[in-house]
């Protein structure tokens, strides 16, 4: 019934215009001609302020002149300006309204190499990439919000929307008239409900919160990226690129909140929100297709893609993170057990091989945004997530004295650090479309807590488990830096390429009890230590910027 709504809508309102006569082709590729005029012809600038056309005469020339068309604004003689290299005195003054005006608004209407956006593609490729990594991005919420649950992403998802239509309804002009602006806005969102319904009910992957099987992709977030889109086209290429930023930042946010409230994986927002932005891409194209250069109303911007004149940004960051290892120098000469008689007993074992925590490659995402005062110098901040996972090193299995292990191994844990922190970014335009960057951030940072279970089996095929290690750490204070290279793709959409290095001096609390593994009939002890780290971390990644 949905997509029978969604047709009928259509059909209304593109029938009304539908056998328009004279239709243009789909891109203007026409240029006007210069007009090249003999030197001895030319008058000065005094004598060509001096030139008058009677009343009459304008009458009759704008009587004889064609139609305008209704995307151009309208011109008449009287408001020509008569520019003294183009007067030629020895031929009759003609005028060609019909390009004076394409000239005013622009050559083309639309043009699909320029207008068709491609951000999609790496959001959705990062969303197929993010789905080994979609658990550990879920221990990261339940790490630091497991309690989190509110319904403002159900009214935010349609925020964009509303704002444009207010827009339009206050008589602010952007793209399209009324007409055009409805079919295109339901175009993207029937396309957008067809991909998104064909892909929740074939995949059916279950939710993190197990309620129902049609978590991927997320519809939520695909709607609020339509209507970011929507917002993006209308007012954000045509007015201010301010649009495009707090369209896009409220459908960010509609995303992460579905990712706090336990109701969608990592992977399904960043595809839904792919998905969003190429429904209304094709939405508006089928829009132009419909309409080619009828109902426009308002050109775009121009030059969006010049670093000069539009150095801020707002990003999306996904990428590899790469942190050193927690060093445990007391790891090796702790007591482990004590029996009933308090003897220790370890044998002469070493408790690990080098006393190491290993934190392996982890991933990230992060929102980034600077405003540049030039073209060279801004302040900015940035919200990070990283998550990767932890492993103690050498603690697979010990036979300690008395107690005839004969296996016995320890988990893995994910550390997640969330971070916030802000300074100094610096840019240089390398050209229009090019520039290098690097920042001076600093801010805090604090992290979840690393809990390692070790389990052992025995030779009466008794099975032990329990607590090995734990390790809290404190909120502390970080500092970053980084370099990265944009390239302006079109409009105000620029991919950029980041190296970011942070570092984290982070305070750990551990309690060690390596000889547990749940055996409550047996005495242990458990030993404590604080381990001041030192965290560097190397950021390589990439992401879509919307400049402004």
Same mark, same amino acid.
């Given at each position: 019934?949905?997509?029978?709504?969604?047709?009928?809508?259509?059909?209304?309102?593109s029938?009304?215009?539908?056998?328009?006569?004279?239709?243009?082709?789909?891109?203007?590729?026409?240029?006007?001609?210069?007009?090249?005029?003999?030197?001895?012809?030319?008058?000065?600038?005094?004598?060509?302020?001096?030139?008058?056309?009677?009343?009459?005469e304008?009458?009759?020339?704008?009587?004889?002149?064609?139609?305008?068309?209704?995307?151009?604004?309208?011109v008449?003689?009287?408001?020509?300006?008569?520019?003294?290299?183009?007067?030629?005195?020895?031929?009759?003054?003609?005028?060609?309204?019909?390009?004076?005006?394409?000239?005013? *608004?622009?050559?083309?209407?639309?043009?699909?190499?320029?207008?068709?956006?491609?951000?999609?593609?790496?959001?959705?490729?990062?969303?197929?990439?993010?789905?080994?990594?979609?658990?550990?991005?879920?221990?990261?919420?339940?790490?630091f919000?497991?309690?989190?649950?509110?319904?403002?992403?159900?009214?935010?998802?349609?925020?964009?929307?509303?704002? =444009?239509?207010?827009?339009?309804?206050?008589? *602010?002009?952007?793209?399209?008239?009324w007409?055009?602006y409805?079919?295109?806005?339901?175009?993207s969102?029937?396309?957008?409900?067809?991909i998104?319904?064909?892909?929740?009910?074939?995949?059916?992957?279950?939710?993190?919160? #197990?309620?129902?099987?049609?978590?991927?992709?997320?519809?939520?977030?695909?709607?609020?990226?339509?209507?970011?889109?929507?917002?993006?086209?209308?007012?954000g290429?045509?007015?201010?690129p301010?649009?495009?930023?707090?369209g896009?930042?409220?459908?960010?946010?509609?995303? *992460?909140?579905?990712?706090?409230?336990?109701?969608?994986?990592?992977?399904?927002?960043?595809?839904?929100?792919?998905?969003?932005?190429?429904?209304?891409?094709?939405?508006?194209?089928? $829009?132009?297709?419909?309409?080619?250069?009828?109902?426009?109303?308002?050109?775009?911007l121009?030059?969006?893609?010049?670093?000069?004149?539009?150095?801020?940004?707002?990003?999306?960051?996904?990428?590899?993170?790469?942190?050193?290892?927690?060093?445990?120098?007391?790891?090796?000469?702790?007591?482990?057990?004590?029996?009933?008689?308090?003897?220790?007993?370890?044998?002469?074992?070493? *408790?690990?091989?080098?006393?190491?925590?290993?934190?392996?490659?982890? =991933?990230?995402?992060?929102?980034?945004?600077a405003?540049?005062?030039?073209?060279?110098?801004?302040?900015g901040?940035?919200?990070?997530?990283?998550?990767?996972?932890?492993?103690?090193?050498?603690?697979?299995?010990?036979?300690?004295?008395?107690?005839?292990?004969t296996?016995?191994?320890?988990?893995?844990?994910?550390?997640?650090?969330?971070?916030?922190?802000?300074?100094?970014?610096?840019?240089?335009?390398?050209?229009?479309r090019?520039?290098?960057?690097?920042?001076?951030?600093?801010?805090?940072?604090?992290?979840?807590?690393?809990?390692?279970?070790?389990?052992?089996?025995?030779?009466?095929?008794?099975? $032990?488990?329990?607590?090995?290690?734990?390790?809290?750490?404190?909120?502390?204070?970080?500092f970053?830096?980084?370099l990265?290279?944009t390239?302006?793709?079109?409009?105000?959409?620029?991919?950029?390429?980041?190296?970011?290095?942070?570092?984290?001096?982070?305070?750990?609390?551990?309690?060690?009890?390596?000889?547990?593994? #749940?055996?409550?009939?047996?005495?242990?002890?458990?030993?404590?230590?604080?381990?001041?780290?030192?965290?560097?971390?190397?950021?390589?990644?990439?992401?879509?910027?919307?400049?402004?």
């Open positions: 019934m949905r997509f029978l709504l969604y047709a009928s809508v259509i059909f209304c309102l029938t009304l215009d539908v056998f328009a006569d004279d239709i243009d082709s789909l891109c203007c590729d026409e240029a006007i001609d210069g007009v090249e005029v003999p030197e001895e012809n030319l008058i000065n600038q005094e004598e060509a302020e001096s030139l008058e056309i009677s009343q009459e304008v009458a009759e020339r704008e009587e004889s002149a064609p139609e305008a068309n209704p995307m151009y604004e309208e008449t003689i009287s408001d020509v300006v008569l520019k003294p290299e183009l007067v030629n005195l020895n031929q009759p003054l003609t005028l060609d309204l019909e390009s004076a005006t394409k000239k005013s *608004v622009g050559d083309c209407y639309y043009n699909f190499k320029r207008d068709f956006s491609y951000m999609w593609v790496p959001i959705v490729a990062a969303g197929y990439i993010a789905k080994s990594q979609k658990s550990n991005f879920r221990q990261a919420r339940h790490d919000e497991p309690d989190f649950e509110h319904h403002l992403d159900d009214w935010l998802q349609h925020g964009p929307l509303a704002l =444009t239509f207010g827009l339009k309804f206050a008589g *602010v002009e952007g793209r399209s008239d007409q055009r409805l079919v295109s806005g339901v175009l969102y029937a396309v957008m409900g067809a998104v319904n064909s892909i929740k009910y074939s995949a059916k992957e279950m939710r993190p919160d #197990g309620s129902t099987a049609n978590s991927f992709p997320s519809g939520h977030t695909a709607t609020a990226f339509v209507a970011a889109t929507i917002l993006h086209k209308e007012y290429l045509t007015r201010s301010w649009y495009s930023v707090g896009f930042a409220a459908a960010t946010t509609t995303g *992460v909140m579905r990712s706090l409230n336990n109701r969608h994986w990592i992977s399904d927002i960043m595809v839904g929100a792919g998905i969003g932005i190429l429904s209304t891409d094709l939405g508006y194209f089928l $829009g132009d297709l419909i309409y080619k250069d009828r109902h426009i109303v308002r050109k775009e121009e030059n969006l893609y010049d670093f000069t004149k539009h150095p801020s940004f707002f990003s999306i960051q996904m990428g590899a993170t790469f942190t050193s290892n927690m060093k445990i120098p007391e790891l090796s000469q702790w007591d482990c057990l004590m029996d009933q008689g308090g003897h220790v007993s370890l044998d002469g074992e070493k *408790v690990t091989d080098d006393g190491k925590l290993r934190i392996g490659t982890g =991933t990230a995402v992060a929102a980034e945004g405003y540049f005062f030039n073209p060279y110098i801004g302040i901040g940035r919200l990070k997530v990283m998550t990767a996972p932890v492993r103690a090193n050498g603690l697979d299995y010990y036979d300690f004295a008395g107690y005839n292990r296996e016995g191994n320890v988990s893995t844990d994910q550390l997640s650090m969330f971070s916030v922190d802000g300074g100094l970014y610096l840019q240089y335009p390398l050209s229009k090019f520039a290098v960057g690097t920042k001076a951030t600093f801010g805090g940072a604090f992290t979840s807590a690393i809990e390692l279970e070790g389990s052992s089996i025995y030779e009466d095929s008794e099975t $032990g488990c329990g607590d090995y290690l734990y390790a809290e750490s404190v909120r502390t204070m970080k970053g830096t980084g990265s290279l390239y302006a793709t079109k409009n105000n959409i620029a991919y950029k390429l980041n190296i970011d290095y942070d570092y984290v001096h982070m305070p750990f609390d551990f309690e060690y009890e390596p000889a547990y593994f #749940g055996q409550t009939d047996r005495d242990v002890r458990i030993y404590s230590t604080q381990i001041k780290h030192n965290m560097n971390m190397l950021t390589i990644g990439a992401s879509m910027a919307i400049r402004f």
